[in-house]
């Protein structure tokens, strides 16, 4: 596996990686991994969507260039989608994104509250950093705020500096007894920043 400086705006970027499939198998992580060439072309360049390539090569392996948001530099993974129904499938979700807009969302965690939901899921404060959610696109604290409101449950994926990983997160709001409360307190800003 190679790994080679890259910028780029423009990528696939992870949202999901499904249990027991190639892309989990090869580590793509999800909110922090972008997809942006496969086989040596730029997604950007190719006329063929990429899902479209993936369904094209079951049981062939490709050449992705990953690019890692919180490393930001690219690597080299040699992946082989998985055959279902006669169609290749690595087994991720995708959502086509900028880059400087996902640095943007990018949510520090300053504070969780001890008799909280937060620290119930294990969240550590200074440590822990919101990178996304598959069940809403969250641009914003507010945005995360007003889905905690109105769901008793908030799935996030969280990246922690002392792990360098991401994982996944459910938070029990308590909605609608108590109005979406999380029990944690986030920042967002330069002062703020994963590095």
């Known amino acids: ?5 890259s910028k ?5 970027r992870i949202i999901e990686v499904y249990e027991g499939f190639p892309a989990e198998e090869v ?11 496969v086989n040596g072309t730029k997604l950007i360049d190719s006329t063929i969507p990429f ?10 392996e490709l050449t992705l260039e990953v690019y ?4 930001e530099k690219s690597r080299e993974i040699k992946v082989t989608p998985r055959t279902i129904d006669g169609e290749g499938v690595l087994g991720v979700a995708l959502r086509y994104e900028n880059s400087i807009q996902a640095w ?16 119930e899921v294990g969240l550590v404060a ?18 995360l705020e007003e889905y905690a409101e109105t769901n008793p449950y908030v799935n996030l994926y969280v990246y922690s500096n002392a792990t360098k990983s991401v994982r996944s997160v459910t938070i ?20 703020h920043s994963i590095k």
């Not at 890692?68 to 490393?71: D, G, K, P, Q, T």
């Not at 965690?109 to 620290?119: H, S």
């Not at 029990?172 to 002062?191: D, F, S, V």
């Open 1 to 5: 596996m190679g790994i080679f400086e």
């Open 8 to 12: 780029f705006n423009q990528g696939h």
């Open 27 to 37: 580590k793509l992580q999800p909110f922090i991994d972008f997809i942006v060439a």
């Open 51 to 60: 899902n479209d390539i993936v369904k094209l090569n079951a049981n062939c």
């Open 68 to 71: 890692n948001l919180i490393e």
């Open 104 to 119: 943007s969302e990018t949510l520090h965690i300053t504070k969780v509250l001890d008799d909280g939901p937060a620290k």
């Open 126 to 143: 200074n440590e822990d950093f919101i990178v996304g959610s598959k069940d809403f696109d969250m641009e914003s604290i507010d945005e």
């Open 172 to 191: 029990n709001t308590g909605y609608p007894e108590k109005k979406g409360r999380l029990g944690l307190e986030i920042a967002i800003g330069a002062l």
